[in-house]
Each structure stands twice: as structure tokens, then as C-alpha cells.
């Protein structure tokens, strides 16, 4: 059973960056996509960014575009979120998951594609 733990999270000022990682274990974590999404208070959870199981390929949302980065490290089975320019409305806690089986898509990522799920790590963006 895989299991995901992401770390990382914390309080910030607006500009400033965080860097979460994701610890996975117990599962293909090599041979899928990634992905980190977020959810803030009173809203749904968002798709964030995803990236190949090699790494080659990343997908953002359009909100986060140019200022996160996505990256994994399959040897240590690791997956990370770089955000810089951080803004008030990224606080949010942000949760790690696994792509389920089969082809990525853009439209499955922000839609039900993904099966496993970390406990989250609270980020808190003040003004």
C-alpha cells in the first residue's frame, strides 16, 4: 500500500518561498505521475501541478504558473513543490498524490485522475 507524507509546509510572508517534499513509500511511486494539489478554507480542493514519471513533463495551473516549480527524484522517491513569489491567496493546505494507472491526461489530472492521497501540510501566506 502506498503511503505519501508531505513535509514542507509553514508560515510565510508575501514574496517569500517554501519548498514541500513528498515522501512516498510502499507503492510504484517510480513508474507514475505526481501530482500536489491544494485545498484553502471553504473551498474544493484544486489541481496545483503534476509531473511524468520521468520527470520530463510538468502541467500547472495557470495561477501558479512561473512562480512553482514540480520535481521528483525517483531514487528517493520523492517529489517536491518549489514556490517562490508566494501570495496570500496560496495559503491553502497542500496535499501529494499519485496518478492512478494509465495514460496521463490533463483534463483526468483535474478531474478524479489520481488515486492515493498524503495527509497535507498547511502553507499560510500572510499579507
Known amino acids: 500500500q502506498l503511503q505519501l507524507v508531505e513535509s514542507g509546509g509553514g508560515m510565510v510572508q508575501a514574496g517569500g518561498s517554501l519548498r514541500l517534499s513528498c515522501q512516498a513509500s510502499g507503492g510504484t511511486f517510480a513508474r507514475s505521475p505526481m501530482g500536489w494539489f491544494r485545498q484553502a478554507p471553504g473551498k474544493e480542493r484544486e489541481f496545483v501541478a503534476a509531473?511524468?514519471?520521468?520527470?520530463?513533463?510538468?502541467d500547472y495551473t495557470d495561477s501558479v504558473k512561473g512562480r512553482f516549480t514540480i520535481s521528483r527524484d525517483n531514487a528517493k522517491d520523492c517529489v517536491y513543490l518549489w514556490m517562490n513569489d508566494l501570495k496570500p491567496e496560496d495559503t491553502a493546505v497542500y496535499y501529494c498524490?499519485?496518478?492512478?494507472?494509465?495514460?496521463?491526461?490533463?483534463?483526468?489530472?483535474?478531474?478524479?485522475?489520481?488515486?492515493?492521497w498524503g495527509q497535507g501540510t498547511q502553507v499560510t501566506v500572510s499579507s
Open positions: 509531473i511524468s514519471w520521468s520527470g520530463d513533463t510538468s
Open positions: 498524490a499519485k496518478y492512478r494507472a494509465g495514460p496521463y491526461s490533463s483534463y483526468s489530472a483535474r478531474n478524479g485522475g489520481f488515486d492515493y
